[in-house]
T-cell receptor, first 113, second 111 residues
Framework: DTGVSQNPRHKITKRGQNVTFRCDPISEHNRLYWYRQTLGQGPEFLTYFQNEAQLEKSRLLSDRFSAERPKGSFSTLEIQRTEQGDSAMYLC???????????FGPGTRLTVL | KNEVEQSPQNLTAQEGEFITINCSYSVGISALHWLQQHPGGGIVSLFMLSSGKKKHGRLIATINIQEKHSSLHITASHPRDSAVYICAVRSKFENTDKLIFGTGTRLQVFP
């Protein structure tokens, strides 16, 4: 296992389109996190899962955003009706147990035209 | 005011210099992380600490819980150390595992 992977690495879309990102965590990591990072800023928390249960969602996660982890392994983050303000790097991380070190994926860079 | 503040925002150094990056936070924490982010976005965890000091190669991280302050030191800096260094904390009092991040310190080391 080579670490957390994310696909696609880059996504360019037009305003109003829907996009979906995928994150594959390190095997056997039960916690999976989604963060968003805009240019020049630190990452901001979006949501996290323990196994398939979504334990917390940020107020940043509007109704247009939805995340799933259906089998407790990979996760998807969907953004509906994208807006230019959604342009950012979307980062995924995983950890073995709570309060443990988080390992980050390479991120998916979204550009909304 | 952000819950996690870093200084300086930007740092330029000559190869070989000793570098210090500071992080102050305003919440009670259970752990503090130092992360490194290279151009292109990938984030690597450098340290996770809740007290004292940790060392890995040329990197040293210290934390003072009473003063709510942490420092990341790089000895004998090298151009390959050029990156953004991010401090992140986990709140002690919220029932959450999420990290709260600083805005990062952009380090450039010139040969």
């Amino acid at each position: 296992d080579t670490g957390v992977s994310q696909n696609p690495r880059h996504k360019i879309t037009k305003r109003g389109q829907n996009v979906t990102f995928r994150c594959d965590p390190i095997s056997e990591h039960n916690r999976l996190y989604w963060y968003r990072q805009t240019l020049g800023q630190g990452p901001e928390f979006l949501t996290y899962f323990q196994n398939e249960a979504q334990l917390e969602k940020s107020r940043l996660l509007s109704d247009r955003f939805s995340a799933e982890r259906p089998k407790g392994s990979f996760s998807t983050l969907e953004i509906q009706r994208t807006e230019q303000g959604d342009s950012a790097m979307y980062l995924c991380a995983s950890s073995l147990v709570e309060y443990n070190e988080q390992f980050f994926g390479p991120g998916t860079r979204l550009t909304v035209l | 005011k952000n819950e996690v503040e870093q200084s300086p925002q930007n740092l330029t150094a000559q190869e070989g210099e000793f570098i210090t990056i500071n992080c102050s936070y305003s919440v009670g924490i259970s752990a503090l992380h130092w992360l490194q982010q290279h151009p292109g976005g990938g984030i690597v965890s450098l340290f996770m600490l809740s007290s004292g000091k940790k060392k890995h190669g040329r990197l040293i991280a210290t934390i003072n819980i009473q003063e709510k302050h942490s420092s990341l030191h790089i000895t004998a800096s090298h151009p390959r150390d050029s990156a953004v260094y991010i401090c992140a904390v986990r709140s002690k009092f919220e029932n959450t595992d999420k990290l709260i991040f600083g805005t990062g310190t952009r380090l450039q080391v010139f040969p």
